[in-house]
């Protein structure tokens, strides 16, 4: 089982970035997806997640209007769209996943996302 998260770095505040979390190992669609980001000597926190079957999704407070999450179930992809960045947004970034039935879950490794002039 992997999850494995990229597209993270360096953005200037206002700047963009597009993450991606590639799934394998795991039946990615029965799986609930969700982006969490933890900041240096903050906890973990959730940022946004999406059904199984894309639909409905839920976003912190903090980053609604800004961040879109979305999947490609063929493509066993969850992803992150995080637009307007400011420099509070500067965390690791893991995605997880967690089964629709018995809540297994699964993290990836992080990517490194920093906001900063």
């Known amino acids: 089982v992997q999850l494995v998260e990229s597209g993270g770095g360096l953005v200037q505040p206002g700047g963009s970035l597009r993450l991606s979390c590639a799934a394998s190992g795991f039946t990615f669609s029965n799986y609930h997806m969700s982006w969490y980001r933890q900041a240096p000597g903050k906890e973990r926190e959730l940022v946004a997640d999406?059904?199984?079957?894309?639909?409905?999704?839920t976003y912190a407070d903090s980053v609604k209007g800004r961040f879109t999450i979305s999947r490609d179930n063929a493509k066993n992809t969850v992803f992150l769209q995080m637009n307007s960045l400011k420099p509070e947004d500067t965390a690791v970034y893991y995605c997880?996943?967690?089964?629709?039935?018995?809540?297994?879950?699964?993290w990836g490794q992080g990517t490194q996302v920093t906001v900063s002039s």
């Open positions: 997880k996943g967690r089964h629709w039935y018995s809540g297994t879950s699964y």
């Open positions: 999406i059904p199984r079957g894309g639909g409905i999704t």
